[in-house]
């Protein structure tokens, strides 16, 4: 038996990037898959039927995840869709940075409502829906605990807010049997942060192992953690970083 039979999880932002490697992922591993995006639809059906042929149920609804009537709807959706929620994966989220004083309140309030308030919102619907195994898993950064570059203030800020977001729903769902818990990947092959991009050698070389994670790599750890092999993990931020941080 696949170690996330009979599950259903909802991964937000799931039609590309990490988003979908976990989508595919938790597919693989027995659970049936609702993802949310934002404005492509077709990148969404093209993850929705990769799920599919792996014998899945799976389904795509589309979500800004800035708006959070529109999130909170979708993780209702996606528990009356399939008969239930068991796992939420708070993956969506924007990558605005530049200098301090380029960052203006439309810049601000664009980060926080996707990278911190979203998460917040999907969790506390998707709690509602949770019985006892349930899991909650968010997908901050690096950057985090680690600022190497200019211009990463505000992004930082945002995936910082995670960690305590993080802590304090392990601390109030955990007698409810509901782990919480964080990834940070390091440098993400991905369309927004390419493995050949102009500053990639440089990025590489603050990591340890010398090169950049496939999406397939962090998918690997939110899976551990959405199984019953992480029911002992909860208010963890675990970095998939290759060394990055240490």
Known sequence: MKRLEGNVALITGGSRGIGAAVAVRLAEEGADVVLTYENNAERAE???????????????VRADSADPEALVAAVDEAAAMFGGLDILVNNAGVFLVGPLEDLGPAE??????????????????????????????????NVAERAVFPGLALYSMSKTALAGM??????????RGVTVNLVHPGPTDTET?????????VISGFTAVGRYAEPAEIAATVAHLASADGAYITGASISVDGGFCA
């Not at 929705?48 to 149920?57: A, L």
């Not at 709690?127 to 950064?141: C, D, E, F, L, V």
């Open 46 to 60: 093209q993850v929705v039927e990769r799920i599919k042929e792996s014998g899945r149920r799976a389904s795509a």
């Open 108 to 141: 601000i309030d664009r980060t926080l409502a996707v990278n911190v308030r979203a998460p917040f919102a999907a969790s506390q619907a998707a709690a509602r829906h949770m019985k006892r195994g349930g899991r909650i898993i968010s997908i901050g950064s």
């Open 166 to 175: 993080t802590k304090g729903l392990a601390r109030e769902l955990g007698p």
């Open 193 to 201: 942060n390419p493995a050949d991009g102009p500053n990639a050698e």
